[in-house]
């Protein structure tokens, strides 16, 4: 069996708190709950400097915006204001989130499908960078702009579907673009059309380019037309390498899962070229002129704009959760399931039918004497019989006892909090924004 495929990736110092500080972590979850997530801003410091190298690297224009439904934290949307980045939303909670974290209102970018009348008033007032997903999402706007009588016109991006996006729901489709500048032109009094945006679902460092080249030949077409184009924004998806190893897939065939439980895909948990790195790629992407993105940018003095969440989030938190018993599983001669504090719901990937394959770690103050390996799958606490964290059994080394903890490594990025629910009556779990760096580890309740 070649379960260390599976082994997560782990961040030196979140390994060290995990071995070396097993009475902190229970301390926290005695006063604070099970599950607790702890999320680390510095990592996610660290992410946004990464990023900001490689377009500096470029010499290209940029604004980085953090895409805020990655992760609810109040941390990470202050490291953004002392970053003097931006913030992408969409909705009105994350918009006054992102100002109450002091993120000004231009650094605020507003994407998401046909928007609500309060979210497009507050960015109106605000100053923030819309970008619009339809035509009629357009001359919505265009009309609420002048009922409003603004001074400024606001500043707006189109949203296109690029042509590897064919059957996604959002954004312009090419045919519709014409209308969509003629209208900007005619309402330009209250409407700045600054430039285009798209975020594609997926990995791929060349559709991302290539998306990246489709949106500066459509700000060539609207200069032509007299509209001041500047910008583009090329939207997230930069992958993060949860697992060293490039046979994970090929190791799952040695895999049992309980109940037999079989899921139709998984995250690319291994990724050679992730993060700033898949960045550094995507402006490499050349045309077919042979001109690269980073080129291109720099040549029309063109902004590049990015929305990164998953990146930012690469190593900048991990969810606990104790163990309230384990039992075995009939039917099998040595698979056990442990119940732990907690529900799946706070670990989402399970939301989307498939599994969080990178092996949780069991943190147990007591070693056990005998040498053994225990196969074993994790449950939640809820009275759903689908309420797996782990349909996987995890070989670990220790027989999971009452309080001791299962650490899922990596979870800031969506895993940790976007499916949480209060199923049970049960409080959403709090989070701890803790500091590694420096002798002392210092701590503060994240209160989202
Ligand atoms: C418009 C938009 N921007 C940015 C993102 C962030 O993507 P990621 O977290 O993969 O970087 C998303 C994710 O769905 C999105 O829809």
């Known amino acids: 069996m070649k379960q260390a495929s599976l082994n997560a990736v782990c961040h030196p110092q979140i390994q060290s708190l995990l071995r070396s500080n097993k009475a902190k972590l229970q301390e926290w979850i005695n006063g604070l709950g099970s599950p607790l997530h702890l999320v680390f801003p510095e990592m996610f410091q660290q992410n946004i400097v990464s990023f900001k190298q490689v377009l500096e690297r470029h010499q290209v224009d940029y604004q ?10 109040r941390c990470f949307a202050a490291v953004c204001a002392q970053e003097n980045i931006g ?47 339809s035509v009629n999402e357009l001359s919505d706007l265009a009309c609420l702009a002048a009922g409003a009588g603004q001074a400024q016109p606001v500043r707006i991006l189109l949203r296109i579907r690029p042509q590897s996006q064919k059957k ?5 489709a090419g045919s519709e673009l014409e209308q969509a500048l003629a209208f900007c032109l005619e309402w330009r009094r209250h409407i700045q059309l600054l430039g285009f945006s798209c975020h594609l679902s997926g990995y791929c460092t060349r559709q991302r380019g290539q998306a990246g080249h489709q949106l500066i030949d459509y700000i060539e077409q609207a200069r032509q037309l007299g509209l001041g184009c500047d910008r583009i924004n090329i939207g997230g998806g930069f992958a993060v390498s949860y697992l060293d190893s490039p046979d994970w897939r090929q190791s799952l065939d040695y895999e049992a899962f309980h109940a037999d439980k079989a899921f139709g895909g998984f995250y690319p948990y291994h ?3 992730a993060g700033a790195d898949a960045l550094h790629q995507v402006l490499l992407e050349e045309n077919e002129q042979q001109l690269s993105l980073g080129r291109r940018l720099r040549e029309l003095s063109l902004t590049v704009l990015l929305e990164p969440g998953r990146a930012l989030l690469d190593q900048a938190g991990i969810s606990l959760f104790s163990v309230q018993g384990c039992k075995p599983v009939s039917g099998t001669s040595d698979c056990h399931i442990a119940t732990v504090s907690g529900m799946s719901f ?12 990178p092996s949780p770690l069991l943190i147990s103050e007591q070693k056990d004497e005998e040498d053994a390996l225990y196969k074993v799958a994790v449950a939640g606490n809820s009275c759903l019989d689908d309420d797996m964290l782990s349909w996987r059994f995890i070989a670990f080394e220790q027989y999971p006892k009452k309080q001791d903890v299962i650490a899922y490594i990596n979870t800031a990025g969506y895993q940790m909090d976007s499916n949480e629910s209060a199923f049970h009556s049960t409080e959403p779990p709090r989070k701890v924004a803790v500091m590694l760096t420096g002798d002392v580890i210092t701590w503060q309740l994240d209160n989202q």
């Open 271 to 273: 990724n050679p070229v």
């Open 346 to 357: 706070s670990l989402s990937e399970q939301w989307f039918n498939t599994e969080y394959l």
């Open 64 to 73: 980085l915006l953090f895409a805020k439904k990655a992760n609810k934290a």
């Open 87 to 133: 913030i992408d939303v969409a909705s009105v909670a994350e918009f006054e989130l992102a100002l109450a974290a002091g993120v000004s209102g231009a650094d605020i970018g507003v994407s998401g499908p046909h928007k609500s009348e309060p979210l497009l008033r507050l960015a109106m007032a605000h100053n923030a960078l819309i970008a619009i997903d």
């Open 168 to 172: 996604s729901r959002f954004g312009l």
